[in-house]
Nanobody, 129 residues
Framework: QVQLVESGGGWVQPGDSLRLSCAAS????????MGWFRQAPGKEREFVAA????????DYADSVKGRFTISRDNAKNTVYLQMNSLRPEDTAVYYC??????????????????????WGQGTQVTVSS
C-alpha cells in the first residue's frame, strides 16, 4: 500500500508555470506506475499524464501535450508535474495516482481513473487573470 500527498498547487495567471509534487510513502515507490489526473468543477476526472516505473515511458493527454512534463525521482519517492503555459481551462483539482498493475501500453486503459488503485487528496490549481 502507498500513501500519496500532493503539493504545489495555487493561483497563477495565464501563461505562468507551476510544478506539482506528489510524495509517496509506504511500499517501494519504484514498483508503481504513477499518474496525474484532474477534475474541474462539474466535470469528470480526466487523465493528464502518466509515467512508467522506471521513468523511461511517459504519456500525456492531447490537451496538455507540449506544455506539461511528468517526471519522477525514485530515490526521493516523488513524482512531479511541470506545467507551463497554463490556461484558464487547466483550472482543476489535480490528483496523483499510483498502481502496481497499470502499464503504459496501447489498449491497457491507463487513461481511465478506474484502473488506478491509490489516490492522493488533490491540490487545487487555478489559472485566472
Amino acid at each position: 500500500q502507498v500513501q500519496l500527498v500532493e503539493s504545489g498547487g495555487g493561483w497563477v495567471q495565464p501563461g505562468d508555470s507551476l510544478r506539482l509534487s506528489c510524495a509517496a510513502s509506504g511500499r517501494a515507490f519504484s514498483t508503481y506506475t504513477m499518474g496525474w489526473f484532474r477534475q474541474a468543477p462539474g466535470k469528470e476526472r480526466e487523465f493528464v499524464a502518466a509515467i512508467s516505473r522506471s521513468g523511461r515511458i511517459t504519456d500525456y493527454a492531447d490537451s496538455v501535450k507540449g506544455r506539461f512534463t511528468i517526471s519522477r525521482d525514485n530515490a526521493k519517492n516523488t513524482v512531479y508535474l511541470q506545467m507551463n503555459s497554463l490556461r484558464p481551462e487547466d483550472t482543476a483539482v489535480y490528483y496523483c495516482a499510483a498502481d502496481t498493475v497499470v502499464r503504459l501500453t496501447y489498449g491497457s486503459g491507463y487513461e481511465s481513473q478506474s484502473k488506478w488503485t491509490y489516490w492522493g487528496q488533490g491540490t487545487q490549481v487555478t489559472v485566472s487573470s
